[in-house]
């Protein structure tokens, strides 16, 4: 069964920070680039970092520049976002997912139509 699991989300004060991962099972991810993505209550799903197969290429949301750093470990099989300086709007679900073909994150790497794999999720929460 192919699947990605994220882990790594809990409540966190503003200006705090966290890690989240993103582990594969029923294949490998070096081949493709691997997408960071986030639902806050009653907003769409929004794309909020990409990075390519080998790790050369990074994208990030201008809401979480500066503050997001996504990065991967193939030899690991795991992708990764380190979250700094979290604020109350980063509060979200946030998903790993890949749409298993491109190795590129390419212009279109903030839409989800493309997507076929996600992940179940893993909660961030951002208060004081």
């Known amino acids: 069964q192919l699947q990605l699991v994220e882990s790594g989300g809990g409540l966190m004060q503003p200006g705090g920070s966290l890690r989240l991962s993103c582990a594969a099972s029923?294949?490998?991810?070096?081949?493709?680039?691997i997408g960071w993505f986030r639902q806050a209550p009653g907003k769409e799903r929004e794309g909020v970092s990409c990075i390519s197969s080998s790790g050369s290429s990074t994208n990030y949301a201008d809401s979480v520049k500066g503050r997001f750093t996504i990065s991967r470990d193939n030899a690991k099989n795991m992708v990764y976002l380190q979250m700094n300086s979290l604020k109350p709007e980063d509060t979200a679900i946030y998903y790993c997912a890949t749409d298993r073909r491109r190795a590129a994150c390419g212009s279109s790497w903030s839409e989800t139509q493309n997507i076929t794999t996600w992940g179940q999720g893993t909660q961030v929460a951002v208060s004081s």
């Open positions: 029923g294949f490998t991810l070096d081949s493709y680039a």
